[in-house]
């Protein structure tokens, strides 16, 4: 079965940067494109990249966008967020998942949290 | 940007009740392009409806979605205890995805 395991998250100054990890497990990886998605604490979902199935092609939001890069090692089914110069609104958990054939997040993983706090 | 509004922000019923939730968009969506998910307290979401009316893989026939142009709906049509949960609708446009701010379905 399809699993993603996010890991890479903790708590971050101000300013900082954080690489997190997503491990992938059950399906052939480079068939697929990939997204990340955050949550902030008691908030709602918020769309952050995603990334072409050859890594060729890749999307930001706005509000991410020349902070936040996605990349991907298909040899290692992994897929990565480097997130620099981070602020305390960037604090959320953030989600991997699988673009299915559909446009649509079909498979997602649990979360790793990230905390930006001085 | 197209900007999803979800109403109402909470909507309290009693299992066995149909429960009818909306999505607005602030310009026409392709109904090939709108999806809902479900999030239970301290899970991910799952992915219930795509295309504003095909349900995904093991998704029960008592959800439902319609809808076209801005107006969408997700109708639950006979609600199980396990339903009540967040509940967002996103869409795809411009190679960018936005997400609405969420329908909290609560037990009465």
């Known amino acids: 079965q399809v699993q993603l395991v996010e890991s890479g998250g903790g708590l971050v100054k101000p300013g900082g940067s954080l690489r997190l990890s997503c491990a992938a497990s059950?399906?052939?990886?480079?068939?697929?494109?990939m997204s990340w998605i955050r949550q902030a604490p008691g908030k709602g979902l918020e769309w952050v990249s995603y990334?072409?199935?050859?890594?060729?092609?890749?999307y930001y939001a706005d509000s991410v966008k020349g902070r936040f890069t996605i990349s991907r090692d298909n040899a290692k089914n992994s897929l990565y967020l480097q997130m620099n110069s981070l602020r305390a609104e960037d604090t959320a958990v953030y989600y991997c998942?699988?673009?299915?054939?559909?446009?649509?997040?079909?498979?997602w993983g649990q979360g790793t949290l990230v905390t930006v706090s001085s | 940007e197209i900007v999803l509004t979800q109403s109402p922000g909470t909507l309290s019923l009693s299992p066995g009740e149909r429960a009818t939730l909306s999505c607005r968009a602030s310009?026409?969506?392709?109904?090939?392009?709108l999806a809902w998910y479900q999030q239970k307290p301290g899970q991910a979401p799952r992915l219930l409806i795509y295309?504003?009316?095909s349900r995904a893989t093991g998704i029960p026939d008592r959800f439902s979605g319609s809808g076209s142009a801005t107006d969408f709906t997700l109708t639950i049509s006979r609600l199980e205890p396990e339903d009540f949960a967040v509940y967002y609708c996103?869409?795809?446009?411009?190679?960018?995805?936005?997400f609405g701010q969420g329908t909290k379905l609560e037990i009465k």
């Open positions: 998942a699988r673009r299915g054939v559909e446009l649509w997040l079909d498979y």
């Open positions: 059950g399906l052939t990886f480079s068939d697929y494109y």
């Open positions: 990334i072409s199935s050859s890594g060729g092609t890749r």
């Open positions: 310009q026409s969506v392709s109904s090939s392009y």
């Open positions: 295309g504003a009316s």
């Open positions: 996103q869409q795809y446009a411009s190679s960018l995805y936005t």
